[in-house]
Every structure is written in structure tokens, then in C-alpha cells.
């Protein structure tokens, strides 16, 4: 399994791929959601980095966000201020949350040298009077990114760039697809690995691994087979170790919908004429996040994960003070449980802590669809 082997080794040492990044004289922009065009990054002849957070406890951000304030984002700003991301030449967030848009004025105001620019992306979806304001607030990207990177987004290299994350999107859903099998050829801890790895890459040669990757996992088998099929959602994971204790005690996880795992690749941006309206409408169409409406979107899209990968029952990881997905939690478990599918919310922090009490509720749940 060496092109796994490859992919996992990223994401244990991921401030490799930048450091080799810059060392061609190029640069890295921070990012840190789904919805930031990472096409008009890398059409910038940038590489759009993602920011992940460790599990480690939060020190130094803690003198500047309130303790109700979403760990993930004073763990990232830890991981700042400590010059853990020094290598960056900016940072990009969306519009999704008061966490995300408290870190934007923390990060332009205390993090020297990079800047942080914020798209205004809208919060309801599916909706045609949003084009005006969400082309525009593309087209201001663009020029940020151009004006960073000294070069010129052109329409054809744009349209280079979707075509090559739309060819990583295809290999990563037919990756995943394999877990539909009642044998799955690798388990949902390699899965996050996998994904959170190609977020890391350059494309072009995370492409080439995937291609080598599909043709190494035909005919292998995980060891878990036998347990019941689990789906989990809820807050971002960035670390394998919730998603490893559910099939250590037992549970056999073949599908996941978060912003680092199907979230990230599940859809396809659609050819346009102008490829800033291609990025539009993907946006535009794709109900991913708590923070975005109409929640029945997101609902349905879930439901069809879970009838597609025969799912017994759905874990509900929220991290805590992850408010959108927090207000979600507990009207999706109604209507899963509904449609006569055990559901389960467990509320964890970023830094892992209360992992005991974590798993001991996990393994209950997993003995009851047993």
C-alpha cells in the first residue's frame, strides 16, 4: 500500500508541503472552509493550504477570545501566534460563523506578515437574487489574489484550475464509493487520512497517488467487517481518533460527512462559459454546512449518504461552543430518528479531553445496533 502509506505520511508531517512550496520560490494561502474558491488560489500559481488544528490544549489564544469561543478557532490562533504558521503569505476565510469572523480582526490585527481576507460568501443557498452579491464578492477575491501572488488569474488558467480540482473531487468520490461493499477495502480512520492529505497536496501529484492508490485497494479487506455500519457527521475532525475509537469498539465507519472528508469532494463544479459563475453556482448549490440554508437541503443530502452506504446508525461528533452545528444537532437527531435510524450526539473537545467517557458511550451505542 505504498501510495497510502504516502498519503498518510502528509498528513503527519503536513508543514512539508508548503515549506517545499516556498522553497520554489512560491506562495501558501491559508484556508480554513469548504466554501473558499480554493481554484482562484491555485489559478494565482499559489497553493491554498488548509488549517487544521492540533489536539493539543489552548494557551495564549485564551488572552484574546472569551472561553465560550469554538476551540478550533483560538487552537488554530494558538498555533499562530506561537509562529507555527509563519510560513503563510495570507489567509482566506468565509463568512460562516461570529468564531471565523472574530478571527479574522484577531488575525489582521496581531498576525504580522500575512493578512487575512474574509469572503462575504451568503448564508442562503439556492436562492437566485444571491448572484449579484456573491459574483462580486468572487470577482474581489480574485483580485486579492492576484495582487498577492503578482500574477494575472486568467478565464483559461482558471478554468485549468477547476478541471484539475474536478478531476481530484471524481478520484476521491470513486475512493469512497468503494465503501459501499460489505467488505470495505480500507476503514474511515484511512479515510480521513486519505482526504485530509489531498487537501494538503498539489493537485497534480495528489492526483497521480489516488490513481495509484484505486488499483492497490482492489481485493483488500479491513479487519472490522462484521459490525455495524456507522455514519459520522457533525463539527470538523481533523485528528483520526474519534473516528478510530468507533471501530475499535466495534463499529465499522463506510461513510462521513464532514468538511474533511465527502463535504470536500462529494460534488463536481459544473463547466461555464465564465468560470467565476462555475464557482458560483457549485457554491451556490451545495447545502454542506450547518450555516447555510435551507436546512432541508442538508438533511436530504445526508439521507442520501445514508441509504447509498447502508448505514445502521449515525454518530453526531459536535465540537464544543461549534454553535451552528450545535442548533442543528439536536433537529436532525429528530428527524433521523424519524426515518427509524438510531442516532447518537456527543458533544467533544478539540483537545480530546473527556475521551474516557467518549468511548464508553460510543461502545454503548455501537452494542445496541449490534
Known amino acids: 500500500m505504498e501510495a497510502l502509506n504516502t498519503l498518510r505520511d502528509v498528513v503527519k508531517n503536513p508543514k512539508r508541503i508548503p515549506e517545499d512550496w516556498k522553497a520554489q520560490g512560491k506562495k501558501v494561502v491559508g484556508y480554513r472552509c469548504i466554501n ?15 488549517l487544521f488544528g492540533t489536539p493539543k490544549a489552548v494557551s495564549l489564544a485564551d488572552s484574546y477570545f472569551q472561553p465560550c469561543v469554538c476551540e478550533f478557532i483560538r487552537n488554530v490562533f494558538d498555533l499562530a501566534l506561537e509562529g507555527e504558521l509563519k510560513f503563510l503569505d495570507g489567509l482566506a476565510l468565509c463568512n460562516t460563523c461570529d468564531a471565523v469572523r472574530k478571527l479574522y480582526d484577531m488575525w489582521n490585527l496581531y498576525i504580522k506578515p500575512s493578512s487575512c481576507y474574509i469572503i462575504n460568501n451568503p448564508q442562503k443557498l439556492l436562492y437566485e437574487a444571491n448572484y449579484k452579491l456573491y459574483r462580486k464578492e468572487l470577482e474581489r477575491f480574485k483580485q486579492a489574489m492576484e495582487e498577492l501572488s503578482g500574477n494575472r488569474i486568467s478565464d483559461e488558467s482558471l478554468q485549468e484550475a477547476i478541471d484539475l480540482y474536478n478531476e481530484n473531487r471524481a478520484l476521491l468520490k470513486e475512493l469512497y464509493l468503494l465503501r459501499k461493499v460489505e467488505n470495505p477495502p480500507f476503514s474511515g480512520e484511512e479515510a480521513l487520512d486519505i482526504v485530509m492529505a489531498c487537501m494538503l497536496m498539489p493537485k497534480e501529484s495528489c492526483n497521480q497517488l489516488l490513481r495509484q492508490l484505486l488499483k492497490e485497494v482492489k481485493g483488500r479487506e479491513v479487519y472490522n467487517d462484521s459490525g455495524p455500519r456507522v455514519l459520522i457527521t457533525g463539527s470538523i475532525i481533523d485528528d483520526p481518533t474519534l473516528i478510530r475509537m468507533v471501530e475499535e469498539v466495534g463499529g465499522l465507519v463506510v461513510a462521513d460527512d464532514l468538511c474533511t472528508t465527502t463535504k470536500y469532494f462529494w460534488h463536481q463544479v459544473k463547466r ?15 447545502c454542506l454546512c450547518a450555516c447555510m440554508h435551507p436546512q432541508e437541503a442538508r438533511f436530504d443530502y445526508l439521507m442520501e449518504l445514508i441509504r447509498e452506504f447502508s448505514v445502521d446508525g449515525v454518530i453526531y461528533f459536535n465540537l464544543k461552543y461549534c454553535h451552528p452545528f450545535l442548533y442543528e444537532a439536536p433537529l436532525f437527531q429528530e428527524k433521523l430518528e424519524a426515518e427509524d435510524i438510531p442516532t447518537i450526539f456527543l458533544e467533544t473537545g478539540h483537545d480530546l479531553s473527556g475521551i474516557g467517557q467518549l468511548r464508553t458511550r460510543v461502545q454503548a451505542f455501537i452494542e445496541m445496533l449490534g
Not at 36 to 50: D, K, L, N, Q, S
Not at 272 to 277: A, H, M, S, V
Open 272 to 286: 461555464e462559459k465564465d468560470p467565476l459563475d462555475a464557482i458560483y453556482k457549485y457554491n451556490n448549490e451545495s
Open 36 to 50: 473558499v474558491p480554493e481554484e482562484i488560489i491555485y489559478a494565482a500559481g499559489m497553493i491554498p493550504y488548509p
